[in-house]
């Protein structure tokens, strides 16, 4: 089974921005429908946007507008652009098909002063 790998997470101040990565090990994504999804400290993972392989979008009511899910199938790679972050956008953000299948690490979105 596939399994992917998320990089770009840190920490970043109150409006600030951070750009994610995630690509698949081992495998192309090109046919999948992905997600990126976030789990916050005592919260359940939720998915905040979805991507499909043409590119139409999908994107949660607390992300809409800020969030920018894209993908680059030539490169095998799904990103997520973040702007004017607030302090409840800090979770583990973890990329994964959409439905899911193997979890990977995740990468730590950090938003305070």
């Known amino acids: 089974q596939v399994q992917f790998v998320e990089s770009g997470g840190g920490l970043v101040q109150p409006g600030g921005s951070l750009s994610l990565s995630c690509a698949p090990s081992?495998?192309?994504?090109?046919?999948?429908?992905m997600g990126w999804y976030r789990q916050a400290p005592g919260q359940q993972r939720e998915l905040i946007a979805s991507?499909?392989?043409?590119?139409?979008?999908n994107y949660a009511d607390s992300v809409k507008g800020r969030f920018t899910i894209s993908r680059d199938n030539g490169k095998n790679t799904v990103y997520l652009q973040m702007n004017s972050l607030k302090p409840e956008d800090t979770a583990l953000y973890y990329c994964?098909?959409?439905?899911?299948?193997?979890w990977g690490q995740g990468t730590l979105v950090t938003v305070s002063e």
């Open positions: 994964n098909k959409v439905p899911t299948g193997l």
């Open positions: 081992g495998s192309t994504f090109r046919v999948y429908v």
């Open positions: 991507i499909t392989g043409g590119g139409s979008t």
